[in-house]
């Protein structure tokens, strides 16, 4: 039988298929629906993911008449790029540092500051590398210059 090859980053090309891979990134928050449209308009090519027919019926089901009442809401970017935001109710505010963040990056950091608190967004602190910020439920994430 021959030798297996590793591939360079020193795991067999057949166990990528059994390697776990970031699918969602969750956000309990108060309310779903606005947290979502937030961080939509944030990240480029992302977007509330659409109500059709069937998510609505879902959602009736429920006893939910209105989609800016989903306890769960989906952000997704096209097709093959990932990972997808999701907001699911959670009733109790940020009340600490939350123990991970997206670290955003951008060309500009003064217009991107500039944009993303017109969509609701606090600085909270700046540094020479980066910006600190808070989502509209206070949730911490950075912006930084990309890089070369």
Known sequence: ?????L???GVYPWHRWFMARIH????DCRHPASLARFWAAALDDYDVAPYDEAELARLRGIG???P???PTVLVEAPAG?????????GPEPTTAKNRVH????CDDVDTELDRLSA?????????????????????EFCLSRRSG
């Open 68 to 70: 800016e009442d989903d």
């Open 7 to 9: 591939h360079v980053d």
């Open 119 to 139: 969509l609701g967004a606090l600085v909270l602190a700046e540094y020479d590398s980066h910006v600190v910020l808070a989502d509209p439920e206070g949730n």
């Open 64 to 66: 939910i008449d209105d």
């Open 1 to 5: 039988m021959p030798a297996a090859v």
């Open 24 to 27: 969602d990134v969750v956000f």
């Open 102 to 105: 997206l670290d955003l990056r």
């Open 81 to 89: 790029i990932s990972p997808r935001l999701f907001f699911q109710l």
